[in-house]
């Protein structure tokens, strides 16, 4: 079951939104770290590559369609509760105000 993180990442979305237009051309995955509070930007394939084997392949679909139509996939990490978890933005959400995930 999926946790709602929708008020961390309103929180953060001025901080990712600044990371995509730095790195938006390398199409990165995007971490937010909300025990740590950081905004991480980083390789989307290498990040991939280093989570859990289980979910990799899938991940890496969803990332290749998320970029292929401009979109962003950020991933929410809460050491407290042992999560990892990603959403997707798609073009159309990525406005200053903070979007709905994609279903």
């Not at 008020?7 to 740590?36: R, S």
């Not at 159309?92 to 994609?102: G, L, V």
Request: proline share 5%; aromatic share 8%; charged share 30%.
């Amino acid at each position: 079951m999926k946790r709602d993180y929708t008020k961390e990442i309103a929180e953060f979305w001025p901080t990712i939104m600044q990371a995509l237009n730095d790195y938006g051309d390398k199409h990165p995955v995007i971490e937010c770290d909300i025990v740590k509070r950081q905004v991480l930007a980083w390789s989307g394939q290498e990040y991939i590559n280093s989570i859990s084997e289980r979910t990799r392949e899938a991940t890496r679909r969803q990332f290749r369609r998320a970029t292929a139509a401009g979109g962003i996939m950020v991933f929410i990490r809460d050491s407290k509760n042992r999560v990892l978890q990603s959403q997707v933005y798609m073009p159309d959400d990525t406005s200053e105000s903070k979007p709905a995930p994609e279903a």
